[in-house]
């Protein structure tokens, strides 16, 4: 192999063996075996078309993909946070009508709404 072909497969390989070195021993993400995945495929395309062309797409095409995991990502945070804001509001609700003498089942009613 010479050109491309020889050179990006070592040059992405040894991008993520630096990678793989650097993270967290307590990480237990799947980035590794995802980073490890996306270094065979880019090693496929370069080995069977040395045509840059096909490189730029798979490049765009994981930008893409992975813009679109942080976007996920980002709406799950988000609910989560709405999702906890509404519980404590409910908690506060709840310990108030308890406080003020309430039985627990109508407190339970009222911080149901």
Do not use: I, K, N, Y
Request: charged fraction near 15%; aromatic fraction near 2%; glycine fraction near 8%.
């Amino acid at each position: 192999m010479t050109g491309w072909a020889a050179v990006l497969p070592a040059a992405v390989l040894a991008g993520l063996a630096a990678a793989l070195c650097l993270r967290p021993a307590s990480s237990t993400s799947r980035r590794p075996a995802v980073a490890v995945a996306l270094v065979m495929l880019v090693w496929a395309v370069g080995s069977l078309s040395p045509d840059p062309r096909h490189l730029l797409v798979l490049v765009v095409t994981s930008a893409a993909l992975g813009g679109g995991v942080l976007l996920v990502r980002r709406r799950q945070r988000l609910a989560a946070r709405r999702r906890a804001g509404q519980l404590l509001e409910a908690c506060g609700v709840l310990a108030s009508e308890l406080t003020a003498g309430q039985p627990p089942g109508a407190a339970l009613h009222r911080a149901q709404r």
